[in-house]
C-alpha cells in the first residue's frame, strides 16, 4: 500500500534556528514529490515537485530534496511568518485512473519564535 | 485572479440534513477534486473528476456524491449529513492528471454536523 509518513508531528524553533523536516514513502513508483504549506484557517498552497533521486529545488529560506526513499525540506535561518503546517505528498504510478491521485503525510507542524 | 473559489466558508447542520458544498475554478483546469481534512488524519481523497463529464470515487466516498456541472463548476453534496462528516473539505484542480500536475486548492468549507 502507498503510505507517506511525515516527522516530526510539530517543531518548535528559534528564529534563525535551521532544521529539516522529513517525508518518508513508499509507493510502488513514483510519479512525483509535493510539498505544499498550510496556514491556519487557509488550504495547502504549492511550494515545490520532485521527481527523481538527487533532485533539489530551493526558493527563499526553502530547499527541498529527494532520495528513494525520503524527502527533507530545509530551512535555513527561519524567521515567524516561517510558521506553518507543511504538508508532503506523492503521486505515485499505478493501476487504472487513480495514478493522477495525491496521497498526503499528516503535515509537520512548523513553529518559529522570535 | 481568483484560482479556486468555495462556498461556503462556514456551515453547521442538524443530523439528517443535507447541503451541497460549491466549487469553482478559473485556471481553466480539467481535473477536480474533493478532500476532506481532519486533525491527525491528514487530507484525504473524496471524489475526483478527471475532466468534464466523469467523476470518480477517490479513498472516503461513502455519504457523499459529487457533480461536475461544467468545466469550471464541481459540487460535493451531503445527501442526510452525519456528525462523522464534522469536518474541512477542500477543493483543489489541476491542469490535468499527468506526471507531475498540480493542485491548487481552495480556502476551504468548514462543516460541523451536530
Known amino acids: 500500500e502507498d503510505q507517506v509518513t511525515q516527522s516530526p508531528e510539530a517543531l518548535r524553533l528559534q528564529e534563525g534556528e535551521s532544521s529539516s523536516l522529513n517525508c518518508s514513502y513508499t509507493?510502488?513508483?513514483?510519479?512525483?514529490l509535493f510539498w505544499y504549506r498550510q496556514d491556519p484557517g487557509k488550504g495547502p498552497e504549492f511550494l515545490f515537485t520532485?521527481?527523481?533521486a538527487g533532485e533539489e529545488k530551493e526558493k527563499e529560506r526553502l530547499k527541498a530534496t529527494l532520495t528513494k526513499k525520503e524527502s527533507f525540506l530545509h530551512i535555513t535561518a527561519p524567521k515567524p511568518e516561517d510558521s506553518a503546517t507543511y504538508l508532503c505528498?506523492?503521486?505515485?504510478?499505478?493501476?487504472?485512473?487513480?495514478?493522477?491521485?495525491?496521497?498526503f503525510g499528516k503535515g509537520t507542524k512548523l513553529s518559529v519564535k522570535p | 485572479n481568483a484560482g479556486v473559489t468555495q462556498t461556503p466558508k462556514f456551515q453547521v447542520l442538524k443530523t439528517g440534513q443535507s447541503m451541497t458544498l460549491q466549487c469553482a475554478q478559473d485556471?481553466?483546469?480539467?481535473?477536480m477534486y474533493w478532500y476532506r481534512q481532519d486533525p491527525g488524519m491528514g487530507l484525504r481523497l473524496i471524489y475526483y473528476?478527471?475532466?468534464?463529464?466523469?467523476?470518480d470515487k477517490g479513498e472516503v466516498p461513502n455519504g457523499y456524491n459529487v457533480s461536475r456541472l461544467n468545466k469550471r463548476e464541481f459540487s460535493l453534496r451531503l445527501e442526510s449529513a452525519a456528525p462523522s462528516q464534522t469536518s474541512v473539505y477542500f477543493c483543489?484542480?489541476?491542469?490535468?492528471?499527468?506526471?507531475?500536475?498540480?493542485?491548487?486548492f481552495g480556502a476551504g468549507t468548514r462543516l460541523s454536523v451536530l
Open positions: 473528476s478527471a475532466s468534464e463529464g466523469t467523476t
Open positions: 485556471m481553466n483546469h480539467n481535473s
Open positions: 483543489a484542480s489541476s491542469l490535468d492528471r499527468g506526471q507531475g500536475s498540480i493542485q491548487y
Open positions: 520532485l521527481y527523481s
Open positions: 509507493v510502488s513508483g513514483l510519479r512525483g
Open positions: 505528498a506523492v503521486q505515485a504510478r499505478s493501476w487504472g485512473g487513480s495514478q493522477g491521485n495525491l496521497i
